[in-house]
């Protein structure tokens, strides 16, 4: 058979697939949705972070309704992206009838709190993943000038521009002091990872209950654990393994020979550390806190 004419054949049957499985949970949440319960999930971080991934793992939730980037939620925005008010999204997920209504918003990743505290019960999933494998995801997605693209508004002060919203004095210094518009593509690059994961940290998220991390390695290299823990949190069943299926980790260290300049790369270092050991903790407790509730259940 001409390849040609096997990749439309596949893509046909996908098309055919993903149209009937989305007849399916419509059918399926009409049925079964209980209309009392419904978590909302915030799904943010900094881009290339695995964020589309566990977007598509909660899209095989057949009681689940999964926004991402670039939907009604955002039609109001001149570029799409920015969400439109808060009443706006709640007359959407008023009308939803899934259980877990997961929406992506990384250009909103530094209004967790407003988000947090306006939509009451909801919770948000700050992903994240090395830097150097997020600058060489980055870079060969966008393009090369990506991260100086990205970095130019921060630099420049703005305040409407959604890359520069809410970043601490600090954050902005450090990014004044190394930007440029010749500097290393790869440099630009992690160093955009600094401003956007920095909200996390200067946000106190880590003491925030509602925000759990999830760390892109442990979702590619353990998916039914790490996807279970986060229903866990949730506070919903886990569905099935089913919802995991098509996870590999073949991406997991794709940017190990990036070479970087030995200041961004302490800046970057000393930030994933502090995230690896909030991410350690919150697992920890959830872990901890779950199992007293399975012992109190069991007890009776």
């Not at 709190?113 to 919770?123: A, Q, T, Y």
């Amino acid at each position: 058979m001409n390849k040609a004419v096997h990749t439309d054949s596949n893509g046909l049957v996908e098309k055919i697939s993903r149209k009937l499985f989305s007849g399916r949970k419509k059918i399926y949440q009409c049925l079964r949705a209980n209309p009392d319960v419904k978590a909302v999930l915030f799904i943010v971080g900094c881009q290339r972070s695995g964020t589309t991934l566990i977007q598509s793992v909660l899209h095989r939730d057949l009681d689940s309704m999964v926004y991402g980037e670039f939907t009604k939620l955002s039609a109001n925005d001149a570029y799409g992206i920015r969400l439109n008010s808060f009443d706006s999204l709640e007359r959407c997920f008023e009308k939803d009838k899934a259980n877990l209504i997961a929406v992506k918003c990384l250009v909103e990743s530094q209004n967790v709190r407003d988000l947090l505290e306006h939509f009451v019960g909801s919770k948000a999933l700050w992903m994240y993943r090395h830097y150097k494998d997020v600058a060489a995801s980055n870079l060969k997605h966008f393009g090369l000038q990506n991260g100086i693209e990205d970095l130019r508004a921060i630099a420049a002060g703005s305040a409407t521009n959604w890359r520069s919203e809410k970043l601490s004095p600090a954050v902005r210094e450090d990014i004044r002091k190394h930007f440029s518009e010749d500097m290393g593509a790869h440099d630009a690059a992690v160093l955009f990872w600094v401003a956007r994961n920095s909200l996390f940290i200067d946000g106190e998220m880590a003491d925030n209950p509602d925000v759990i991390t999830c760390r892109y390695e442990d979702l590619v290299e353990s998916p039914v654990t790490t996807v279970k823990d986060i229903y866990r949190w949730l506070g919903l069943g886990f569905p099935s393994e089913r919802l995991t299926a098509h996870i590999h980790d073949r991406s997991v260290k794709k940017g190990k020979n990036v070479d970087l300049s030995p200041e961004i790369e302490r800046l970057a270092q000393e930030l994933l550390e502090k995230l690896d050991r909030a991410h350690d903790q919150k697992m920890g407790y959830c872990r901890i806190k779950s199992a007293i509730i399975a012992s109190s259940a069991s007890n009776g």
